[in-house]
């Protein structure tokens, strides 16, 4: 139990373009989730908490227009990276919150890059 | 400010041998502490949790920590470590006035050797 998605785990794309990620807990519903970016080699920044039927709560330094997070339903949170540069190539990850059991499960993760 | 300290960064052992990493959290209630893993380019999985009565939790994999107030510390341990378990660790602690937040460590690569 307890399974987190991400689409899609690959993507490329051009400067400029806007790139759609998803974030599905698979066996649970997630009243919270996060997401966070990964540089190589170094720890999970957290970039927002994402709270069903209302707007995410975005944390300092994190541009909020620059990373949109829409979380509609109590299983699917998505990140839009909208008119994405070179320097938001990353790794992102997604996580949800098994309310229950207070504790968040992974997704495995979407590499990100932009050409 | 809550925070979470990994000392080592990366650690080396053999096929067989025992393992502990540390970590050390600072907070100023009783934490919700947590061991996840990672592999190379894959998501978090966890390992172990702690939020209250007894102080040694036992995990997946074969894992236990250990929570000492006292020293402010959750460290992982494992009796006899498996070329597999070679990934990165991170220790982190959550409030429970946070919102679930989590406070990741900076991480410990660990290496294992034949």
């Known amino acids: 139990g307890a399974v987190v998605s991400q689409h899609p785990s690959w993507v490329i794309c051009k400067s400029g373009t806007s790139v759609k990620i998803e974030c599905r807990s698979l066996?649970?519903?997630?009243?919270?989730m996060f997401w966070y970016r990964q540089f190589p080699k170094q720890s999970l920044m957290l970039m927002a908490t994402?709270?069903?039927?209302?707007?995410?709560?975005?944390e300092q330094g994190v541009e909020k227009d620059k990373f949109l997070i829409n979380h509609a339903s109590l299983t699917l949170s998505t990140l839009t990276v909208t008119s994405a540069h070179p320097e938001d190539s990353s790794f992102y990850i997604c996580?949800?919150?098994?309310?229950?059991?207070?504790?968040?499960?992974f997704g495995p993760g979407t590499r990100l890059l932009v050409l | 400010a809550q925070s979470v300290t990994q000392p080592d960064i990366h650690i080396t052992v053999s096929e067989g041998a025992s393992l502990e990493l540390r970590c050390n959290y600072s907070?100023?209630?009783?934490?919700?502490l947590f061991w996840y893993v990672q592999s190379p380019g894959q998501g978090l999985q966890l390992l172990l949790k702690?939020?209250?009565?007894?102080?040694l939790v036992q995990g997946i994999k074969g894992f236990e920590a250990e929570f000492k107030r006292s020293q402010s510390s959750f460290n992982l341990r494992k009796p006899s470590v498996h070329w597999s378990d070679a990934a990165e660790y991170f220790c982190?602690?959550?409030?429970?006035?946070?919102?679930?937040?989590?406070?990741f460590g900076q991480g410990t690569e660990l290496s294992v050797k034949p």
């Open positions: 996580s949800a919150e098994e309310t229950t059991r207070e504790t968040q499960y």
């Open positions: 066996d649970f519903q997630a009243t919270t």
């Open positions: 994402s709270n069903e039927g209302s707007k995410a709560t975005y």
């Open positions: 907070y100023g209630a009783t934490p919700y």
């Open positions: 702690y939020f209250s009565g007894d102080t």
């Open positions: 982190a602690v959550a409030g429970n006035n946070q919102g679930g937040k989590l406070i």
